[in-house]
């Protein structure tokens, strides 16, 4: 189980990361509550952006809008890798209590999380 399961905290920031990614128009934003499934993250925010560029701004968006709000507590959050920005197809941050997804739509298709996932709680997410 993750550092912060038995908080709310993983929540918060899964709900702040599905915010800042519907701010930046991502649209098919989902929440999956992964704490009774898995050890190595509290919950997964998979969303889509229409093009490489959006997915790229959306990644942009996230990384310092967290940066940004956690340096006024003192040190600012940043995730523990980025990977697929180079193609920026399919685009993951980690950071650790919750790891983001974020796709073109094709890629989406072609994964599909949510099917693999199929069976764990989603949490509602205002578009």
Known sequence: ???SAGNGSSEALARRIAEVALDRKAHDVA???????VAYTDFLVICT??????????QDAIYRALKQESASNGAGRLPDRVEGLPEARWILMDYLDCVVHI????????????TLWGEVPALEVEA
Request: aromatic share 10%.
């Open 1 to 3: 189980m993750s550092a």
């Open 31 to 37: 929440v999956l509550d992964m704490r009774d499934v």
């Open 49 to 58: 952006g229409n093009t490489e560029r959006q997915t790229h701004a959306i």
């Open 103 to 114: 796709f073109t739509p094709d890629a989406r298709d072609y994964y599909r999380l949510e």
